[in-house]
């Protein structure tokens, strides 16, 4: 897997069809492309735990209009994977139905085994300009909360 700056923008994976990378101040942007299995999702979580390690949240913007399969191993390998990563919101956009679907069994099931699962919200929208919107009202939430 190739490394690069947390901070200094896009980020392929070796041989992984999936991009990660981290935008100030706190948001972890994926596009997951064409069929993934547990080896692509255990890379993703691993290089998504190395990046949140300093930060109290990280909040996923998931692209995942070119996302093909994801077998089980790879579901549950992302669950497992991404339970140390203080995800604090989840904003998937594109997709066909089937994509969304595959994507709402992940990210439930992250939820369901995070402590913090009510912290997490998981939402679908057309536009990354949508999902970036909500993302930004969930960060301001999330800074509300941390004041009082």
Do not use: H
Not at 1 to 26: V, Y
Not at 40 to 51: H, L, M, Q, W
Not at 72 to 83: I, L, M, P, Q
Request: net charge positive; aromatic share 6%.
């Amino acid at each position: 897997m190739s490394r690069t700056n947390p901070s200094s923008g896009s980020q392929r994976q070796g041989g992984l069809n999936a991009t990660l990378k981290f935008e100030a101040p706190d948001i972890l942007v994926t596009a997951l492309i064409g069929d993934l299995d547990a080896a692509d999702t255990a890379r993703i979580a691993a290089e998504a735990r190395r990046i949140a390690a300093a930060r109290s949240w990280a909040l996923l913007l998931c692209d995942i209009s070119r996302i093909g399969t994801l077998t089980s191993e790879a579901r549950r390998t992302a669950v497992d994977g991404f339970r140390a990563v203080p995800i604090r919101g989840i904003a998937f956009y594109g997709g066909s139905r089937n994509s969304r679907s595959q994507s709402t069994l992940m990210a439930n099931a992250m939820s369901l085994l995070s402590s913090r699962r009510d912290e997490s919200p998981i939402r679908f929208f057309m536009t990354e300009a949508e999902a970036r919107t909500w993302l930004g009202q969930r960060r301001d939430e999330l800074k509300r909360v941390q004041r009082r």
